[in-house]
C-alpha cells in the first residue's frame, strides 16, 4: 500500500551534500517525494511502499549517509498521500531554511579524493587542490551568500568541461561542490624565494623543491586552507630555534604535522580516542602526552608535558609529505601574536624576514582561519581552541530570538558571536585585542560575518570590564540595546547552552581575570546561576593585585602580595628573603627581582597604590609556580600554571590545609593561607617540585568541592558546571570531576567550545537570547 512521510532530521545536514544523497537514494529505490532544508535541519517526504520507506530510513543513515553528515534525530510523521507524485525532487529551501547554515567548514581532504590524487590514470593525479562534496575549504573561500562559486575565490577559475559535467550530474560525489577543480582549469602552486622570486613554476617540481629546502633545516613558508604556515623540520634543534628567533616567539610550544598516524605514535601517546580525532574531517591539532626521550628537538615544547600534532589535512600536505617528510613544525604564518597571515602579497611583506621560501598558490583564501586546538579532559575531547574544521557551525538553542544579537566576546582568546533565530553561531578564534592588528581583524570579521549570516543585531551583549576594547567597542555602536555581562556568568552559560540547558546550577568558574559587580577582579568563583541570573555563593579571598596589567604576567606581584596576606603586613620578618632569591630573574624583562624592586611592590602594597583587589586563581598558579623557580614571568597566557601542571608527580594523594569561612550577610570565602605557608615549609624542606604541585593542585580539587557540597547544601541544587580558563588544567580538572561524581554531583562541561576565554562570546549571547525571551 502506498504511503507518505515526512521525515524531520536534525544534526549536521545542511551543506554537507545531504540533500543529493538523499535524492540519490530515493531515486534508486523508486521512492517519491521531495528534501528541502528548514531551520532545524532537513525534511524529506517520501512517498512508496511502507517497506522501501523503511529500508530508506535504514541505509540513510548507515551506508548511504555522506560522510560528513551527522544525523541526531529523524522523526517521522505519515501525510496525505499526494496522488500522481511520481518523481523524487530537491526543493529550493525557503529563506527561513537557509542562510545562517549554508557556509559548512573547512574539511580535511576525503578517502575518495586521495585515492583519485593517488591514481596515475586520474586526471586529478597528484593535483594539490582536488577536492569533492565531502572535503575542502569552504568558509575560508567565501565572500558572500549564496554559496555558489560566483561568491567564493573560486570564481577567478572557470571550470573546463569536465569539471563542469562533474558539478551538474546530481549523481557525482562532486555535484555541486563549489571548489571543484582540476590541473586544467584550476589554481595552481609555484616555489619562491624569500623576495616573491619564482623558484619553480611547476606544481610536481615546486612541491619536491620544497621538501629539499625543508630537509636543508630551511624555513618554508606554505599556504594551505586557512592562511599560511611556517614550517621547518622539527628534528632540527638549531632550524627549530631559528624560526623562534625570527618569528619572535620565545617560548609558546610549536604544533607539528606528520603524514601518517604512525610517524606520531613514534613521539607520542596516541589513545584510542587521539587517533579517531586526529583523523576526523576537522583535522585538529591535538595535544597528546610525550613519548620520553624522543628525538623532536627539545625546542619544539618546551616546559609542557604535551606534543600538538596534526596529520595532512590538505591534498597539498600529503604531496609535500610524500616527498620522504618525517615531521614539520607547523606553526601559524605570522609574528609574534599578529593574525594569521593569508595573502601572498602580505606573506611575502611580512615572512619575507622568516621565510627561507614561500610555497604559494593562486586560490584565495578570504577569511584566515587557524588550526583548531584539541584536548582530552574526562576521556573527551574538548577544544582549546575552535577554529578552522568547526567554525561556522552553529548551536541550537531551544525557541527563536526575538532580534539578533550580537555578542563581542573578551578581550583573550577573543571569538565574538551571532544570535539569530534559533542558532548562535561562534567565530572563529581571533586572538588578543590588545594587538593593534588583531583589533582591527575583529572589527572587520564581525563585519564580514554580519554579512555572511545576514544579521542586524538589535541587542549587542559584552563583558562588564570597562577598558574591555571589546566592551568600547559595544559602547560605540549605535541605535543597539546594550547588556553587560559579568564574565563568570558568561562562562557557566556557555556551558548550559552547549547543554541544552537553562538552569540553575552550580557554577565554578575559576580563571584569572573578570571583571566582578563590586569593581573587584574575578578569578575562583562559585555561582549560583541560570541564564536569567546568577548569585555568587562562594570566592577566592581577595588579595592585593599591585600594577594593574603588569600582575598577570610578572608573577612576583601575586606572590608578594599572598605572602604578604598569609604572613600580615610584616611578612619580611618571617625570614622568606630565601624564597624570593630564588625565583628566576627574566633576561628579557626589566624586571630582575633584587631586592630594590621587591621592596617598591612592597611599598605599593603597603600605600594601596595602583592595587585592586583579586580573587584570580590564575595569579596563585602563578605565584606558586615562581616559588618552585619554574620562572617568573608569563610570556604566553598561562605559562607558569602549565609549567606547573607540566611536573605532577603522578600517585600523590596528600595535600594542604585550607579554609571556607562563612559569614551571615557575604559570600563564603575559601582562604589559602595556610596552604601557602604549609606549602613553603615543603619548599623549604626540600620536598621535589614535582610533588608540592601535586599537594597543591589536590588542595585546590578538595577544596572547590567543598565549597560545592555547601552551595549544595544551602541550594539543594546537585549538578556542577565548570568553566574557565583554569579548567584548561587537566591534572585538576579531571581529579575534580572524578571527586564530584564521587559525591554524587552531576557534572557538566565545555564540550564543544573552549573553557577558556574563547567561549565567553557564546555564554553572553545565550544570557542577551534569554533576556530578549523574557522582556518581549
Ligand atoms: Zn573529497
Ligand atoms: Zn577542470
Redesign the pocket.
Known amino acids: 500500500m502506498t504511503k507518505r512521510q515526512k521525515i524531520f532530521v536534525t544534526g549536521r545536514v545542511q551543506g554537507v551534500g545531504f540533500r543529493p544523497a538523499v535524492y540519490r537514494l530515493a531515486c534508486r529505490l523508486g521512492l517519491a517525494g521531495a528534501v528541502y532544508n528548514d531551520t532545524k535541519g532537513v525534511t524529506i517526504e517520501l512517498q512508496g511502499e511502507e517497506k522501501t520507506i523503511v529500508e530508506f530510513l535504514a541505509r540513510l543513515q548507515s551506508d548511504d549517509k555522506p560522510p560528513l553528515a551527522e544525523i541526531k534525530s529523524a522523526a517521522a510523521v505519515d501525510a496525505p498521500v499526494i496522488h500522481g507524485d511520481d518523481k523524487f525532487t530537491i526543493r529550493p529551501s525557503d529563506s527561513q531554511g537557509t542562510a545562517l547554515s549554508q557556509v559548512t567548514a573547512d574539511i580535511a581532504?576525503?578517502?575518495?579524493?586521495?585515492a583519485e590524487m593517488a591514481d596515475k590514470n586520474d586526471f586529478r593525479y597528484g593535483y594539490p587542490f582536488?577536492?569533492?562534496?565531502?572535503?575542502?575549504p569552504r568558509y575560508s573561500i567565501v565572500k558572500t551568500i549564496p554559496y555558489d562559486r560566483p561568491n567564493t575565490t573560486m570564481s577567478a577559475f572557470e571550470m573546463c568541461p569536465k569539471c563542469a559535467a562533474q558539478y551538474s550530474d546530481v549523481t557525482d560525489?562532486r555535484f555541486h561542490a563549489q571548489p571543484v577543480a582540476c590541473p586544467a582549469c584550476g589554481p595552481k602552486i609555484w616555489l619562491t624565494d624569500s623576495a616573491g622570486r619564482t623558484i619553480e613554476a611547476q606544481s610536481g617540481n615546486a612541491i619536491a623543491q620544497a621538501a629539499t629546502v625543508l630537509r636543508a633545516g630551511k624555513i618554508v613558508a606554505i599556504k594551505g586552507i586557512g592562511g599560511f604556515h611556517l614550517a621547518v623540520d622539527a628534528l632540527a634543534e638549531q632550524a627549530v630555534q631559528r624560526l623562534r628567533r625570527r618569528k619572535r616567539r620565545d617560548h609558546k610550544p610549536f604544533a607539528m604535522m606528520a603524514g601518517s598516524i604512525e610517524t606520531i605514535k613514534k613521539y607520542a601517546i596516541v589513545s584510542e580516542f587521539a587517533e579517531q580525532v586526529l583523523k576526523s574531517p576537522q583535522s585538529p591539532i591535538v595535544l597528546l602526552p610525550k613519548k620520553k626521550d624522543s628525538s623532536i628537538a627539545p625546542s619544539v615544547a618546551d616546559g609542557v608535558e604535551t606534543f600538538g600534532f596534526m596529520l595532512c589535512y590538505a591534498p597539498l600536505h600529503y604531496l609535500l609529505f610524500a616527498q620522504g617528510i618525517e615531521v614539520l613544525v607547523m606553526t601559524s604564518g605570522n609574528i609574534a601574536d599578529e593574525p594569521l597571515i593569508c595573502k601572498n602579497e602580505a606573506a611575502i611583506e611580512k615572512l619575507g624576514q622568516v621565510a627561507d621560501a614561500f610555497l604559494m598558490h593562486d586560490r584565495e583564501i578570504y577569511r584566515q582561519v587557524d588550526d583548531s586546538v584539541i584536548h582530552f579532559i574526562d576521556g573527551q575531547p574538548v577544544p582549546l581552541r575552535r577554529a578552522r574544521g568547526y567554525v561556522p557551525t552553529p548551536i541550537f538553542m531551544e525557541g527563536n530570538c526575538r532580534e539578533d544579537i550580537f555578542a563581542t566576546g573578551s578581550d583573550l582568546k577573543t571569538t565574538f558571536c551571532f544570535a539569530k533565530r534559533n542558532q548562535l553561531i561562534c567565530s572563529e578564534h581571533i586572538g588578543d585585542l590588545e594587538d593593534a592588528e588583531v583589533y582591527h581583524h575583529y572589527i572587520s570579521s564581525i563585519e564580514h560575518l554580519r554579512r555572511l549570516f545576514e544579521v542586524e543585531p538589535k541587542v549587542v551583549v559584552c563583558d562588564l570590564h570597562p577598558a574591555y576594547l571589546s566592551t568600547q567597542y559595544a559602547r560605540s555602536l549605535s541605535g543597539v540595546k546594550i547588556v553587560q555581562v559579568q564574565h563568570h556568568w558568561a562562562h557557566i552559560a556557555s556551558v548550559l547552552v552547549e547543554h541544552g540547558l537553562s538552569g540553575p546550577v552550580i557554577g565554578i568558574v575559576c580563571d584569572g581575570t573578570g571583571y566582578g559587580t563590586d569593581g573587584a577582579i574575578w578569578g575562583c568563583e562559585c555561582i549560583i546561576a541560570s541564564l536569567e541570573k546568577f548569585e555568587r555563593f562562594g570566592h577566592l579571598a581577595y588579595y592585593d593585585l599591585p600594577g594593574a596589567d603588569k600582575a598577570s604576567k610578572e608573577a612576583i606581584r601575586p606572590l608578594l602580595s599572598l605572602l604578604k596576606k598569609s604572613w600580615g603586613k610584616d611578612f619580611r620578618l618571617a625570614n622568606l628573603d630565601w624564597l624570593l632569591e630564588q625565583i628566576k630573574p627574566e633576561p628579557h624583562e626589566n624586571t630582575t627581582y633584587d631586592i630594590r624592586n621587591t621592596k617598591y611592590i612592597i611599598d605599593q602594597l603597603d600605600r594601596g597604590v595602583n592595587c585592586v583587589q583579586t580573587s584570580s586563581l590564575g595569579r596563585v598558579f602563578d605565584a606558586v609556580a615562581a616559588m618552585l623557580a619554574l620562572g617568573g614571568y608569563n610570556h604566553f597566557d598561562a605559562q607558569l600554571p602549565m609549567a606547573l601542571e607540566a611536573i605532577i608527580e603522578s600517585g600523590i594523594e596528600d595535600h594542604y590545609n585550607f579554609e571556607l569561612i562563612s559569614s551571615a550577610n557575604q559570600a563564603m570565602q575559601l582562604d589559602l593561607g595556610k596552604t601557602l605557608k604549609q606549602l613553603i615549609a615543603d619548599v623549604q624542606k626540600g620536598l621535589g617540585a614535582g610533588t608540592i604541585s601535586a599537594k597543591f593542585h589536590n588542595t585546590l580539587s578538595i577544596a572547590l568541592l567543598a565549597m560545592a557540597k555547601q552551595a549544595r547544601e544551602s541550594t539543594k541544587l546537585d549538578t556542577v558546571a565548570l568553566s574557565g580558563g583554569v579548567f584548561c588544567n587537566r591534572y585538576l580538572t579531571n581529579r575534580l570531576i572524578k571527586q564530584l561524581k564521587q559525591d554524587g554531583f552531576g557534572v557538566l562541561l565545555n564540550r564543544e567550545f573552549p573553557a577558556n576565554d574563547g567561549g565567553l562570546s557564546l555564554g553572553q549571547a545565550a544570557i542577551a537570547g534569554d533576556v530578549l525571551k523574557r522582556e518581549f
Open positions: 581532504a576525503c578517502r575518495d579524493c586521495l582536488i577536492n569533492c562534496t565531502n572535503c575542502g560525489r
